[in-house]
């Protein structure tokens, strides 16, 4: 009997210390990812284009909000001009920026073909261009267009994964469609096949982003909300937004596989660690500049993260006071608060090989900027250290410079793909460009 005490004992002593040095080295890990010398947290987390500077970390919590109409609901829409002479992006010591595509129409969703094609919606014409490869002059070899005569497209995925897919689907505001595929295609070989006959369209957010789970068996779908913050016990017109709708790739409804989430459309992703579904949001107006906050996070299945009536877990917004308390405690906290009104958009974790090796597994979202401040903040490239698959809570300034001193705006980064050689590849839909970031020397 006291034997087998002892080899409980010693067991739990082993697992314990175990559990320790785990955690020891997740410590260690996210040491070598963030600069604590550089981290900003707190209230004066919360920041506009002019205190911007390419690696800068921050980190905001639920416990750093100001209260509603902490400040007025401003309307600062941003003036687009042309992009000076001298203006470029900055990024941090070590990376260099290079303009690879210019004179696009309305660059937006941005995905990586497995032969390395990059495939880029041009939502405003309605149509699916191709860039292939990297001549002497850093410019694509080749652009053509893969399709046509699109509905608002913006999601774009290829399915089966692997090295040879057979379609590539699209996300119509309206609708899901596929072409077939075969590696290396620059136009489609075929009409597009309509998926997903029905998607919920109109209001102000017409983003449908399309990703598939890492066993190919489900196909997630990102819609926004028609609205600021209608109750949708009260607006018809809010069912199935503000959710991630789950359909089998073929096309047939299996459920809402999230909720109360008020933009997911912008940027969907899967975690190629853990295979779980991530998304970039797109939070409420009107709250004041600083809420309430967008962010980023791995979904939970089944998980409420609070939109109309709660807001970061359960803080309620006051233009729904009283409604529906049994869903107070039941609103999840997402795992990386950005500054309110960023428009946080697309998304891509870094699975190649050029960048330092700290950089691995770590997410990268595009910021599109915002209107509801009273100072700009967003318009930029954000990183987001991931350890063991995980976030942390912090995030990074990494591409800025594309607002001017005087508050006008040249650049919109909308989405980011991660390139065969391992540089990213940017859309901007201010300048109708694409950025190639890279390590200095590559």
Same mark, same amino acid.
């Given at each position: 009997m006291r034997t087998n005490r002892r080899k409980l004992l010693g067991a739990g002593v082993l697992a314990v210390g175990l559990v320790v040095f785990a955690a020891a080295l997740i410590v260690q890990a996210a040491q070598q990812k963030i600069d604590k010398a550089r981290l900003i947290a707190g209230s004066a987390a919360f920041i506009d284009y002019r205190a911007m500077k390419p690696g800068t970390f921050r980190k905001i919590t639920a416990a750093d909000l100001p209260k509603p109409f902490a400040t007025d609901s401003a309307s600062n829409n941003p003036t687009l001009v042309p992009r000076p002479a001298a203006a470029m992006p900055q990024v941090p010591a070590g990376f260099k920026v290079e303009l690879y595509a210019t004179g696009l129409s309305g660059p937006r969703q941005i995905?990586? %073909?497995?032969? *390395?094609? %990059?495939?880029? %919606?041009?939502s405003r014409s309605g149509q699916i261009r191709v860039l292939r490869g990297r001549g002497a002059d850093g410019k694509p070899q080749q652009i053509s267009v893969f399709a046509?005569?699109? !509905?608002?497209?913006? *999601?774009i995925n290829f399915y089966p994964s692997g090295a040879s897919p057979q379609w590539v689907y699209v996300g119509n505001t309206n609708s899901i469609v596929r072409?077939?595929? !075969?590696t290396g295609d620059l136009k489609a070989s075929g009409p597009a096949e309509t998926i997903v006959k029905e998607l919920p369209e109109g209001g102000g957010h017409w983003t449908r982003d399309v990703v598939f789970s890492k066993d190919g068996r489900a196909m997630f779908v990102g819609v926004g909300s028609a609205s600021n913050v209608d109750d949708p016990d009260q607006k018809p017109g809010e069912f199935h937004r503000a959710n991630i709708l789950q359909f089998t790739p073929d096309g047939k409804f299996v459920k809402v596989y999230a909720s109360g989430i008020r933009n997911p459309g912008g940027g969907l992703a899967i975690n190629p660690q853990t295979g779980e579904l991530w998304c970039s949001v797109n939070e409420r107006d009107a709250l004041g500049d600083n809420l309430a906050p967008d962010y980023i996070t791995h979904v939970r299945e089944g998980g409420f993260y609070g939109w109309p009536w709660y807001y970061i877990g359960g803080n309620q917004d006051p233009r729904h006071e009283g409604k529906h308390p049994e869903l107070r405690t039941q609103v999840l906290v997402p795992d990386v608060l950005l500054s309110a009104h960023n428009a946080s958009l697309g998304i891509t974790f870094y699975d190649g090989v050029q960048f330092p090796a700290e950089y691995r597994g770590d997410l990268f979202a595009a910021e599109h900027g915002s209107w509801n401040r009273s100072n700009r903040t967003g318009y930029e490239l954000i990183r987001v250290p991931i350890v063991d698959g995980h976030a942390t809570g912090e995030f990074e300034d990494f591409m800025t410079g594309f607002v001017l001193p005087d508050g006008n705006v040249w650049g919109r980064p909308v989405a980011v793909a991660v390139a065969s050689d391992g540089a990213l590849l940017v859309t901007d839909d201010g300048s109708q460009s694409i950025w190639r970031v890279s390590v200095a020397g590559k």
């Open positions: 995905r990586l %073909a497995p032969n *390395g094609d %990059a495939f880029v %919606a041009e046509t005569g699109l !509905k608002q497209p913006y *999601g072409f077939p595929y !075969k």
